[in-house]
């Protein structure tokens, strides 16, 4: 079992509408990150947080500690959106604080 | 404020070559990671360096594979004779401080081995 499991693996929807993903992890972590790869590859932080709510524009990202869960919202979904969206963890035991393990992702597909 | 430069952005070996993939953090961050993205597959830890230290190479496979971080220039990662499934997009990101900070990411070396 992946130690960051993030759901859906695919999703379609329609220019508007509110969408969430979810990420939940089964390891010890300091932070969490949502990262966006586009086709073409490029990655691009979106968020890093440990505790609470991040929002940035239209983007929300939301992480529960105790019950080892986080979500990324995207509100008013653009075609622009159509991305992958990661979810990654920073764990926090071990020599090595700073290597992420990373989710599957998610494929999002934003139809106008 | 340039961000993570990587070269080249694609690269195509021959099976037994070797790949020389150079990542020049953003300026004022002395941490490079690096994680190699298996087509088809998510993205995996590869290595963790400071400036001339290797933190963390726990990601990196036994043989054929190494990294540098020297005190003036990019990080290198080298894959001596390449084989096929060496074939990923690797892709290194620069923090600014250990453990805590953010990580910002380089556009990726897309590596094909034929």
């Known amino acids: 079992k992946n130690e960051v499991e993030q759901s859906p693996q695919n999703l379609t929807a329609q220019e508007g509408e509110f969408i969430t993903i979810n990420c939940s992890y089964s390891?010890?972590?300091?932070?969490l990150h949502w990262l966006q790869q586009h086709p073409g590859g490029g990655i691009v932080s979106l968020f890093m947080l440990s505790s609470g709510k991040k929002k940035h524009g239209r983007l929300i990202a939301t992480i529960n500690i105790q019950e080892k869960h986080s979500s990324l919202h995207i509100t008013a979904s653009h075609p622009r959106d159509s991305a992958v969206y990661i979810c990654?963890?920073?764990?926090?035991?071990?020599?090595?604080?700073?290597?992420?393990?990373f989710g599957k992702g998610t494929k999002l597909s934003v139809k106008p | 404020n340039a961000g993570v430069m990587q070269n080249p952005r694609h690269l195509v070996r021959r099976r037994g070559q070797e790949a020389r993939l150079r990542c020049s953090p953003m300026k004022g961050h002395s941490h490079v990671y690096w994680y190699r993205q298996l087509p088809e597959e998510g993205l995996k830890f590869m290595v963790y360096l400071q400036k001339e230290n290797i933190i963390d190479e726990s990601g990196m496979p036994k043989e054929r594979f190494s990294a540098e971080f020297p005190k003036e220039g990019p990080s290198i990662l080298r894959i001596q004779q390449v084989v096929r499934g060496d074939s990923a997009a690797y892709f290194c990101?620069?923090?600014?401080?250990?453990?805590?900070?953010?990580?910002?990411f380089g556009p990726g070396t897309r590596l094909t081995v034929l």
């Open positions: 390891v010890g972590i300091s932070a």
């Open positions: 990101a620069s923090s600014p401080t250990s453990g805590g900070g953010e990580q910002f």
């Open positions: 990654a963890a920073r764990l926090n035991y071990g020599g090595s604080q700073g290597n992420l393990i």
